[in-house]
Nanobody, 125 residues
C-alpha cells in the first residue's frame, strides 16, 4: 500500500522559512514525479512545485519561484520543499503527491495518483 506522509508544517512569521518533508512508502519512488500542492481555506487546490525523476527537471508555480526549492532523496524515498521568505498568502495546507505514469503537465493535480493528507503552514504578518 502506497503512503505519503508529510511533516514540517507549522507557524512562522512573514519572511521566515520552513522545510516540509514527504516520506513515501509502499513502492520505490525513484521513477516517479513527485509534487507539492497547497489549498488555502475557501480556495481551490493549486500547484506549488514538482520534481520529475527523468532528468531531474523541476517545475515551480510563478508565485513561489525563487523562494521555494523542491528536492528529493531517492535513497530515502522522500521529497522536500524548502520554503524561504514566506508570505501570509502562502498560508495553506500543503500536500505531497506522486505519479508513476508519465506526467505531461506537472501542474495538473489529476496527473497524480497518490496523495498525502497534508500539513498546515501558517504565515503571520
Amino acid at each position: 500500500q502506497v503512503q505519503l506522509v508529510e511533516s514540517g508544517g507549522g507557524r512562522v512569521q512573514a519572511g521566515g522559512s520552513l522545510r516540509l518533508s514527504c516520506a513515501a512508502s509502499g513502492r520505490t519512488f525513484s521513477r516517479s514525479t513527485m509534487a507539492w500542492f497547497r489549498q488555502a481555506p475557501g480556495k481551490e487546490r493549486e500547484f506549488v512545485a514538482a520534481h520529475n525523476w527523468s532528468g531531474g527537471s523541476t517545475y515551480y508555480a510563478d508565485l513561489v519561484k525563487g523562494r521555494f526549492t523542491i528536492s528529493r532523496d531517492n535513497a530515502e524515498n522522500a521529497v522536500s520543499l524548502q520554503m524561504d521568505n514566506l508570505k501570509p498568502e502562502d498560508t495553506a495546507v500543503y500536500s505531497c503527491a506522486a505519479a508513476f505514469a508519465l506526467v505531461t503537465v506537472p501542474s495538473r493535480s489529476h496527473e497524480y495518483m497518490y496523495w498525502g493528507h497534508g500539513t498546515q503552514v501558517t504565515v503571520s504578518s
